[in-house]
Structure formats: C-alpha cells, structure tokens
C-alpha cells in the first residue's frame, strides 16, 4: 500500500499533465485490444492505485495479450508465468546457484523481478509456491539466500483463474485473496468487437511479434501515481467508505437476518485502504481532482467481491456475493 499525500489541493493545470499521459496510454492501448473497456479501467486503475489485481474467466479473453500490451504502452518490463502444480517458489523470486569458474554463489533473480508481472492460472500453483508471492506483492521484495532484493517500480501483479477447470486446481487461501485490489470478472466480446479481433488478426495487429509504441514512460506511471495521491476525498466519504466495510461485517442489522446468514467473513480494512486507493485513481481517470460518492459504487464489485466471503448455503442458493454488496450498499446512506 503506497503512502498519500492529500493535503496539497490540485486544480486543473495540476491534472492537465496527467490527463496527457492518460489519453496517450488509453490510445496506445486501444490499438491492440478490442473493446474490454472494464478490464482496461481495472488494469488502470490498479497500475496507478500501485496495487494488484485478479482475472477470472473462461480461456481467450486476451488477459495475456492485455497484461503485455499494458507493459508496451508504458515501456515497462514484463514476464508471464505459467502456474503449474509442480512450480517451485524459487521459479517466481529466484535463487542461488553455485558458479564454478568463480567458486563462489551467485543470486539469479526470477521473473517476478519485472515491472507487469502475470501469473497466469495462479490457482493451478500450490499453497507453498502461492504463498511466495505474498512478499512480493505486500513488501515489495524478495529474499533470496537471506538477501533483500527490492522490486521495479511501479510493480504490478496480473493473476488469472479459470473458473470452470477445478481439477488440478487449488482455491486461493483468503490471505492471498486480500492482497489483491481488484478482483475482475472478464466476459465475452460482443459480436460486433469479435468481428473487429478477426480483421485485426487479418491485419497483423494481434500478431505475437507486434508490439504497440510506448505511449508513456515508467517516469509517467510514477507521475500519475503521484497524482492520485492527492486527489481529494472527503471526510463524508472516508465515513461513506467505512461505514460499507462495517456492514459486510456486520450484516444483520443492515440486511435482515434471512440475507445475513448466507455471509460467512465481511471485508477487512484492507477493503477500506482499497476503496480509498481506487476511487482515487478513477477519479484521476474521470478528470476530476476530487473523489465522489459514484466511485465508491462503481469500484464496489471489484473491491469487493473477493472480500466478502459467502456461506456455502450462499453456493447452494445461487446467491452472489454481487447481489449481497449491492444489498450492502442499498442500505448505507449515499453522502
């Protein structure tokens, strides 16, 4: 979680500079994904709100090609690893192998070591090389052989699962679970943008060799970032934000007890830093130096369909954990 500084106000001229670099990675962008603009404000958002964020979906919905095309756009280093079940921690952060010719170990860092980061199928990975990531993506850092060695900045983890392969497949412990800002649910194309992919295709444009142009820099991320952090929230929606976070824990008041029984855990404050985080950053997307209620109810499946735990009764129901938080939020008083 990065630390803010919301007490210098911005006004326009400050918010021009980022609105520039903006409009250049969404244009940059564009170029080679077709449609997908959720995953594409998501992705976004998590690379300026400095957290991480996990795909769920069906196979070829272009995540891989999102993640690398992301990277291009802002000259950042990427690399995708295949989960698998017999994938060693060391795999992700790296280790020490012996040199011969000098006698002596030497550290190797592994592909976690890189500015977009997509652990592809990250559930097919075992609880002890999952588990591994948590440094990674909490502290920024990995240790190998008792030695710290810090992350690029920004640094920024894509995870994806599929929902319909359960075997061979470990669930997500909540721990890692919370680690993540975001949590998106990618659908299919329209007819219409599968149309498009298939002329791209024709035209090159999706070619594995094809990479988009820079349209910003790691320095711009940095900037933009920077700006986030000073976007201003209210204290009306700090106790909006706090407020929804303290009904998922406490639903039965709220929601009656027939709705409440099917919520196993509510949000932790990690819930609540996210919100702050992300509606910052959608703020900085919208153009605007101040954060407002609609953000916080835009950004309210991301942050926290993946936090609010539901019952196996839930399961069994057909109730969605969607349904409870837009209950949750029907019943909190909009600022």
Same mark, same amino acid.
């Given at each position: 979680? /990065?630390?803010? &500084?919301?007490?210098?106000?911005?006004? $326009?001229?400050?918010? #021009?500079?980022?609105?520039?670099?903006?409009?250049?990675?969404?244009?940059? %962008?564009?170029? @080679?994904? =077709?449609? !997908?603009?959720?995953?594409?404000?998501?992705?976004?958002?998590?690379?300026? #709100?400095?957290?991480?964020?996990?795909?769920?979906?069906?196979?070829?919905?272009?995540?891989?090609?999102?993640?690398?095309?992301?990277?291009?756009?802002?000259?950042?280093?990427?690399?995708?690893?295949?989960?698998?079940?017999?994938?060693?921690?060391?795999?992700?952060?790296?280790?020490?192998?012996?040199?011969?010719?000098?006698?002596?170990?030497?550290?190797? *860092?592994?592909?976690?070591?890189?500015? =977009?980061?997509?652990?592809?199928?990250?559930?097919?990975?075992?609880?002890?090389?999952?588990?591994?990531?948590?440094?990674?993506? !909490?502290? /920024?850092?990995?240790?190998?052989?008792?030695?710290?060695?810090?992350?690029?900045?920004?640094?920024?983890?894509?995870?994806?699962?599929?929902?319909?392969?359960?075997?061979?497949?470990?669930?997500?412990?909540?721990?890692?679970?919370?680690?993540? *800002?975001? @949590?998106?649910? =990618?659908? %299919?194309?329209?007819?219409?943008?599968?149309?498009?992919?298939?002329?791209?295709?024709?035209?090159?444009?999706? &070619?594995?060799?094809?990479?988009?142009?820079?349209?910003?820099?790691?320095?711009?991320?940095?900037?933009?970032?920077?700006?986030?952090?000073?976007?201003?929230?209210?204290?009306?929606?700090?106790?909006?934000?706090?407020?929804?976070? %303290?009904?998922?824990?406490?639903?039965?008041?709220?929601?009656?007890?027939?709705?409440?029984?099917?919520? @196993?855990?509510?949000?932790?404050?990690?819930?609540?830093?996210?919100?702050?985080?992300?509606? /910052?950053?959608?703020?900085?997307? @919208?153009?605007?130096?101040?954060?407002?209620?609609?953000?916080?109810? &835009?950004?309210?499946?991301?942050?926290? /369909?993946?936090?609010?735990? *539901?019952?196996?009764?839930?399961?069994?129901?057909?109730?969605?954990?969607?349904?409870?938080? $837009?209950?949750?939020?029907?019943?909190?008083?909009?600022?």
């Amino acid at each position: 979680m /990065r630390m803010t &500084d919301a007490t210098t106000p911005l006004d $326009d001229a400050g918010l #021009a500079p980022a609105r520039d670099i903006i409009d250049r990675i969404s244009t940059a %962008y564009a170029a @080679k994904m =077709v449609g !997908q603009d959720r995953l594409r404000t998501s992705l976004l958002i998590a690379l300026i #709100a400095g957290g991480h964020i996990l795909l769920e979906s069906v196979p070829g919905l272009a995540k891989t090609t999102a993640a690398a095309t992301l990277a291009d756009t802002v000259q950042g280093s990427f690399r995708r690893i295949q989960c698998t079940p017999d994938l060693m921690p060391s795999d992700i952060t790296g280790t020490q192998v012996y040199d011969a010719t000098t006698g002596a170990f030497r550290t190797v *860092l592994g592909p976690v070591h890189a500015n =977009v980061v997509l652990l592809d199928e990250i559930n097919r990975s075992s609880a002890k090389t999952q588990s591994a990531m948590l440094e990674s993506m !909490q502290e /920024r850092q990995t240790t190998i052989g008792g030695e710290a060695h810090r992350l690029p900045r920004p640094f920024l983890v894509i995870a994806t699962q599929n929902p319909i392969e359960q075997e061979g497949t470990y669930e997500l412990p909540e721990a890692q679970l919370d680690r993540f *800002l975001l @949590k998106e649910i =990618v659908t %299919y194309p329209s007819p219409q943008e599968e149309a498009e992919v298939l002329t791209r295709i024709d035209s090159g444009a999706l &070619d594995p060799d094809h990479h988009v142009e820079a349209a910003a820099s790691l320095a711009d991320v940095e900037l933009l970032q920077r700006t986030a952090a000073r976007i201003h929230v209210s204290e009306a929606i700090r106790n909006y934000i706090v407020g929804l976070a %303290y009904v998922t824990r406490n639903p039965e008041p709220y929601l009656g007890g027939d709705r409440a029984r099917y919520i @196993k855990y509510g949000a932790s404050p990690r819930a609540s830093i996210g919100f702050l985080q992300a509606s /910052r950053a959608l703020a900085l997307l @919208k153009g605007r130096a101040h954060v407002l209620p609609e953000d916080v109810r &835009d950004l309210r499946h991301v942050v926290l /369909r993946h936090r609010v735990l *539901l019952t196996f009764e839930a399961e069994a129901d057909g109730v969605r954990s969607e349904d409870l938080i $837009d209950e949750i939020f029907g019943a909190v008083a909009t600022p």
